[in-house]
């Protein structure tokens, strides 16, 4: 029953290494995803991707990039980790599904810069 | 410019029925989602509305009135595992924004 995955859970990387987070879903979703969570502040979208080469920006897109070369797949890039950058990184994709809209999150990544 | 709210924070009892209200104010609307997160976890996708009116899924129901730009999400026989967080999403054009999310502890 595998929807939306996320290539790790918890990831510890130091000051002004380059990071990637991978996300792949399997249900043939044409939109993805990339918010982080913190407390007290919600849900912020960074990036999204509504089709293969296509992206755009968020509300918070400043030190990311993000790359979508085949469809099932997005990924979202820390050119240079900042510590105000420590989150948890949850990748969503969203689609139909029998006529009827849905968004699966994937299990998230919690990122620590130190 | 996108607006939602909700509650910080609610608590209730066990066996009792709860009602989480959402408001909002965004410029279109396509449709709302509710999600159900535990600490720790990913959101779990529990409904999303586009029409006026009651949907019921179980032990959850939400309601959504465009016209006043309010949904709530309504839980019935609480149980202790519905200790959460609860999030409202709108599509205003085409992204759904989040809300900060609710809160609800039940204790027995």
């Known amino acids: 029953d595998v929807k939306v995955t996320q290539s790790s859970r918890y990831l510890v990387k130091r000051t002004g290494e380059k990071v990637f987070l991978e996300c792949v879903q399997d249900m043939d979703h044409e939109n993805m995803f990339w918010y982080r969570q913190d407390p007290g502040l919600g849900l912020r979208l960074i990036y999204f991707?509504?089709?293969?080469?296509?992206?755009e920006k968020g509300d918070i897109p400043e030190g990311y990039s993000v790359s979508r070369e085949k469809k099932e797949r997005f990924s979202l890039i820390l050119e240079s980790a900042s510590t105000n950058q420590t989150s948890m990184y949850l990748c969503?994709?969203?689609?139909?599904?029998?006529?009827?809209?849905?968004?699966?999150f994937g299990p998230g990544t919690r990122l620590t810069v130190t | 410019g996108q607006n939602i709210d909700q509650p910080t924070e609610m608590t209730a009892t066990e066996g009792a029925i709860v009602q989480i209200n959402c408001t909002y104010q965004?410029?279109?609307?396509?449709?709302l989602f509710w999600y159900q997160q535990h600490a720790g976890e990913a959101p779990t996708f529990l409904s999303y509305n586009v029409l006026d009116g009651l949907e019921e899924k179980g032990r959850f129901s939400s309601f959504l009135s465009r016209s006043k730009g309010y949904s709530y999400l309504l839980l019935k026989e609480l149980q202790m595992k519905d200790s959460a967080s609860y999030l409202c999403a709108v599509r205003g054009s085409y992204i759904p924004t989040f809300g900060r999310g609710t809160s609800l502890i039940v204790h027995p």
């Open positions: 991707s509504y089709d293969v080469k296509m992206k």
């Open positions: 969503a994709s969203f689609g139909t599904e029998q006529g009827s809209y849905e968004q699966y």
């Open positions: 965004t410029s279109g609307f396509n449709g």
